[in-house]
């Protein structure tokens, strides 16, 4: 399994500002997905993050509350901006392991907006 | 977005009962997975299942990956206290497909065990 560390593992935001959350991944992976879980709910996927290529958004998100990077195979990062107090979630970094058919999830990132 | 039927919700059991949850879909998946979430963490995988009609175990843990594709159950045998936490089936799609990587998730079941 490919070991994930998120930065940072929460915090506190002013709504009106930005927020942006690393993802580091101990080995290199094509596919990197973001998540995000609002409070009580499940998981809900916000965009593939390809290395070369844009990221790719769910319904439901776009890129300019949602900017992604991927300057290489195994860093991304995710910047929540223009918060407001519906974006406090956590937000969930994933990955496909070796053979491309399981997903290892990093510990998260909880944000709120206040 | 779109969700999987995850049932039950919430399951209250005491230490030592066998648990049992299951998921539903309306949609094909290449591949289901049970994940674990314990507070202030990310989802652990606890098991992955790959064809249809396969039963794979991991411990005390049991899944079954549904002949039509679209379901899958997970089973929790003898219950500890440490098997609290929230449960959650994912669905994966095909390879070379446009959901191929992309986890749709059920809604999950939170589990408390009672010593």
């Known amino acids: 399994s490919a070991v994930i560390s998120q930065k940072p593992s929460r915090d506190i935001c002013q709504r009106g500002t930005s927020l942006t959350i690393q993802c580091q991944v101990d080995s290199q992976v094509t596919m990197m997905f973001w998540y995000r879980q609002q409070p009580g709910q499940s998981l809900t996927l916000i965009a593939t993050a390809n290395q070369g290529s844009e990221a790719t958004y769910e319904s439901g998100f776009v890129i300019d509350k949602f900017p992604i990077s991927r300057p290489n195979l195994t860093f991304s990062t995710l910047t929540v901006s223009n918060m407001s107090p519906e974006d406090s979630s956590i937000y969930l970094c994933?990955?496909?392991?070796?053979?491309?058919?399981?997903?290892?999830f990093g510990q998260g990132t909880r944000l709120t907006v206040v | 977005g779109q969700q999987l039927n995850q049932s039950p919700q919430s399951m209250f059991i005491q230490e030592g009962e066998d648990v049992s949850m299951n998921c539903t879909s309306s949609s094909i998946f290449n591949t289901w997975l049970w994940y674990k979430q314990d507070p202030g963490e990310g989802p652990v995988l606890l098991i992955a299942l790959y064809k249809a009609g396969e039963l794979t175990s991991n411990g005390r843990l049991t899944a079954q990956f549904g002949i039509t594709r679209k379901d899958s159950f997970l089973n929790i045998s003898a219950s500890i206290p440490s098997d609290v936490g929230i449960y959650f089936c994912a669905g994966q799609g095909y390879a070379g497909g446009t959901s191929y990587g992309k986890l749709t998730f059920g809604q999950g079941t939170i589990l408390t065990v009672h010593p």
């Open positions: 994933s990955v496909l392991g070796t053979g491309n058919t399981e997903a290892f």
